[in-house]
């Protein structure tokens, strides 16, 4: 889901933006890209490892080292776009890029949360809802205990 995902949000993207998604969308979209790109390797690499009993360490090792680009990609997303959304952006952002760019900010906040940091999504699983409301709050991700499990938390 997450590699379809990373090439049909750019085409999304394309399609809203009338093939002109300019420097702002573009800004953005690479945090989103690079996010479900990690999210794609780390899930196929747990597949790998339930079907071949394939070793993580190599792919967490790259999961880990992408972590930092993918937050400052991300920051810089979100001050980018906070600096269209103000005016200080320094060109016509266009009344279609700029709810695209929020979109897009939004969503590369909650991607690098929910692989890094916290499990954001529970509404997938009944037993995830009521976890999440028994304990009050969310869990580390599962990314993130592999992480911590391997050393390169």
Known sequence: MEAACAALIPLAVLFLT????GWLVAIVLLPNVLLLAVGAAYWRAKLLRIEKGRPLAATLRVIAA????AMVLTAIACLATGAAATG???TEVGPRRL????????????????YY????????HLADLR???REHGFRPSQLRRDLDRHGLG
């Not at 009338?18 to 998604?21: A, F, H, I, S, Y």
């Not at 940091?117 to 997938?124: M, N, V």
């Open 18 to 21: 009338m093939g002109r998604p």
């Open 66 to 69: 992408a972590r930092r680009p």
């Open 88 to 90: 200080l952006w320094p």
């Open 99 to 114: 709810p695209i760019a929020l979109g897009l900010a939004t969503l590369a906040v909650a991607e690098y949360a929910n």
């Open 117 to 124: 940091w916290r499990q954001l999504q529970h509404f997938d």
């Open 131 to 133: 976890r999440l409301a």
